[in-house]
């Protein structure tokens, strides 16, 4: 059983604590008085960057604080994580990262400096299938290419690091298909995806972003999106469901984080801000470029789907073995 994820019901519960706190410190309600931190906790140029600095921009502009973006990559998030749980819970340090962190890595590592239930959800706020995609020397062109050769001969793929999404997804694929296939754990999508473009690994599971830029140019073979969807701008790509793999359908979730007993008023604030930003046209086209799908959810919603993937990521984790390497 995950000790460390706080479940629906206890998500809630601590939701309405704080909602029902009866006087918010004096500072609150002058919140924001100075510039505001987001921690990335993966490495530059992934979707998550992208997000922390397109909503930073949105909020600088409206809440009239400068906005500072920094990364604290390492240990599948647990750093960046760690470092947010431990700031002042004033809403001043935001942790813009995806829901593994909260709902693999517990189960996998045998120890964390921190607790999932040190944080809270400002907001679900968007969500990503994940691109199997291969070096075009391998000559796979399907799904079913990549499985008969991985009954065959030794392959490797590229995962943006343990107990990523795509380690997931890659673990579940495996395990689905009956072969076994080497991990290579990267620090992070951009690494990964780069050593598939160098032919260093035959094939990566990564965040469809990441990857669909390469496959438009013919340097990555796209075999399928993890996604429920085709994806909007590849949809010749097919879904792993259509692939015949639909136990592998997997959406990456995107989430900003502050420590626990930051006040409701403030995580208030920052959830308007965020719907704000995220619903602006200019956003959302960016947002459809990258195949990233607006969810905006926050509260009970956000902690239920929080918890929904926990328990499903607990199941794969028990049945297939996977571990940090």
Known sequence: MNTFFLSRKRWSAALCLLACAAVAPSWAQSYPSKPIKFIT????????????????????????????????????????????????????????????????????????????????????????GLLVGAHPSTGFKTLKDLIAQGKGKGLNFSSAGSGSPGHLAAEIFMDAA??????????????????????????????TPGMLPHVKTGKITALAVTSRQRSGSAPDIPTVTEAGLKDLELEVLYVAMVPAATPEPVVQLLQKAFTDALKRPDTQAQLTSMDLFYEGLTGPDAAKRLSDQSQRYGRVVKSTGMKVE
């Open 178 to 207: 009956g072969i076994k296939i080497q991990h290579v754990p990267y620090k992070g999508n951009t690494p990964a995806v780069t050593a598939v473009l160098a032919g260093e690994v035959d094939a990566g599971v990564l965040a």
């Open 41 to 128: 906790n993966f490495p530059a140029g992934g979707p998550s960057d992208f997000l922390a600095r397109t909503v930073g921009e949105a909020i600088t502009t409206q809440f009239k604080q400068p906005v500072v973006a920094e990364n604290k990559p390492g240990a599948g998030g647990n750093i960046g994580a760690d470092f947010v749980a431990k700031s002042p819970a004033d809403g001043y340090t935001v942790l813009f990262g995806i829901d593994t962190t909260f709902t693999v890595n517990p189960y996998i590592y045998k120890s964390m400096a921190f607790k999932p239930a040190d944080l809270r959800p400002i907001m679900v706020m968007v969500s990503s």
